[in-house]
Every structure is written in C-alpha cells, then in structure tokens.
C-alpha cells in the first residue's frame, strides 16, 4: 500500500467532510493529513514526512547570514573548514599528484 493511499485512510477514518473535501481538490493531501494528525495528537500543528527542508535559502545567503551573526575572522573559517574536513584538508588539491599515465 502507498504512502498516499494510507493517508487517505487516515482522513477519511478520522475526518470524512476533510476527505470529501481532498477527493474533490479543495485541500491538498499533505495539507489534510497534517490537520487530522494534529487533532488526533492534541498538538496546534503536526509536520509530517516531506514536510521538512522545504525552506532553505542557500548557501550564500546561509553564509551571509554567519557572517553578520558571528563575525568570524578568517583563521576561525579555517580552523573550522580544518575541523570539518580533516583528511581532505591535509590532502588538498595543491599537494596531489596530477600527473596522469
């Protein structure tokens, strides 16, 4: 069985005018799912599966942001790059070997 269809069940079993309503197009599927999941668990908003990620705003920006909130100087970017990446640091591209046979 589907994700979606299991859903679906979901709905209709706890809530059928909201599943009137998603069979006819009036609400999203995600949408009703989520209501009904926060009504049955007593909570004000419920964030189900692949409701998660959808508001990232990039890497620039990300970084943009860091650097106004933190005001790192450039030996603390490094030593973070340094902590993140030990192995690829240390074995950066200037100290392969690029000769190719």
Do not use: C, W
Not at 23 to 34: I, P, R
Not at 78 to 100: H, V
Request: glycine letters at 6%; proline letters at 3%; zero cysteines.
């Amino acid at each position: 069985m589907k994700d979606k269809d299991i859903k679906l069940q979901e709905i209709k079993k706890h809530n059928p005018s909201l599943y009137a309503d998603v069979v006819d197009g009036k609400v999203g599927l995600q949408e009703a799912y989520n209501q009904t999941m926060a009504e049955l668990n007593k909570t004000s908003e419920y964030k189900g599966r692949g409701t998660k990620g959808r508001n990232k705003i990039g890497l620039s920006k990300e970084l943009d942001r860091i650097m106004k909130m933190y005001k790192p100087t450039i030996q603390e970017l490094l030593d973070e790059i340094k902590r993140l990446f030990p192995f690829t640091y240390e074995t950066g591209f200037s100290k392969r070997n690029t000769k190719r046979d």
